[in-house]
């Protein structure tokens, strides 16, 4: 099978089915139930302060897969001698505003100054929680591949990235970032949009990463859909998918999974380990912080998945199921 490119209805690009956005429509209900939500949406301790130890970076994981949690979905995936940044976000808040908006749980636990070296950063779409003005604008003139959805190109571009760093692809779109690691966007169930405007004018996707020793799976944000079986199907079975658990809602099932979903998601994906990412660091729902991860322990059991859970900052190496139970000790 092949995957079809993404749809379009004029400027617009279309879900894989059809897909209630939480739009304007739900806009009230929505906001009543934030009014009255009375969960622990932001913890009540300080979380962290998480610090990685760079030195790590100077010798290879044993077995070619290691983890580094940024926060949120920004990753450092070490993948057989490559080096991939995912989503990277460094701002305090997820918004367009610097003094308002979804607001870190904790600091990045590395500056962006002392990443390590980089073989390709990855954009699956364009909200704020993903791609970071000021993060992108850090990166620009560092001469690092980006690789992106369709349209993401003109926010990176406008923020200084050279255009002959920046390859887009549209679902079931490869490219190599080296010439044993391929990179495939594969559909994702979301949509797109910076402002009040221009809604669903870019791409969203999730990701196939692929070594002659790895494959692995970076879901970005989506809600469930069948695709997620063809993408099994086609590309598994996966000895990694990164899965997002957070962020989800009642009023909003179709464009984020929740626990539950993302869970099926994973053993539709043929997967092996599920990391679970989209939580912990930013407050974009009404449940409580540590609820995603807390409900995915519980699915986990009853579906008998396997979950890799590091620790914020802590570069960890993917042997296999690994769980450490970093926000336990930050509930109230």
Not at 26 to 35: F, Q, S, V
Not at 61 to 69: A, E, H, Q, V
Not at 158 to 181: E, H, K, P, Y
Not at 230 to 248: K, R, V
Request: glycine content about 8%; charged content about 25%.
């Amino acid at each position: 099978m092949s995957f079809e490119s993404a749809r379009k209805k004029g400027k617009k690009y279309l879900n894989p089915i059809p897909t209630d956005e939480a739009g304007f429509g739900k806009m009230i209900p929505i906001l009543r139930e934030y009014i009255n939500n009375k969960a622990e949406t932001v913890p009540q301790k300080q979380l962290g302060p998480f610090k990685t130890d760079t030195s790590v970076y100077q010798k290879e994981p044993k077995n070619g897969l290691r983890i580094t949690l940024i926060g949120h979905s920004s990753l450092i995936i070490e993948i057989d001698g490559k080096r991939i940044l995912t989503d990277p976000v460094w701002s305090q808040r997820a918004s367009f505003l610097s003094f308002m908006g979804p607001k870190r749980f904790f600091d990045p636990p590395l500056p962006l100054s002392e990443l390590p070296r980089l073989d390709a950063i990855l954009i699956s779409h364009d909200h704020y929680d993903h791609l970071d003005k000021e993060s992108i604008k850090f990166f620009a003139d560092k001469q690092i591949p980006f690789f992106c959805s369709i349209g993401v190109s003109e926010h990176l571009e406008r923020w200084g990235v050279l255009r002959n760093f920046i390859t887009q692809l549209d679902w079931g779109d490869s490219a190599m970032i080296t010439n044993d690691c391929v990179l495939t966007a594969t559909p994702a169930r979301h949509f797109s949009g910076r402002g009040i405007t221009g809604r669903n004018e870019t791409l969203w996707a999730s990701f196939v990463i692929k070594t002659s020793r790895h494959n692995i799976f970076f879901g970005a944000d989506s809600g469930w859909f069948p695709g997620f079986k063809d993408i099994g199907d086609y590309f598994g079975p996966f000895d990694l998918t990164m899965l997002e658990i957070g962020a989800y809602g009642k009023y909003w099932p179709d464009i984020h999974m929740g626990p539950d979903r993302a869970s099926d998601a994973h053993l539709a994906l043929k997967g092996k380990l599920m990391m679970p990412i989209h939580w912990g660091t930013f407050n974009l729902s009404t449940h409580a912080w540590y609820d995603p991860i807390e409900h995915l322990l519980l699915y986990a059991k009853t579906k008998n998945i396997e979950l890799f859970i590091p620790e914020p900052g802590k570069p960890t190496e993917v042997n296999g199921p690994f769980n450490s139970e970093w926000w336990v000790k930050y509930k109230s």
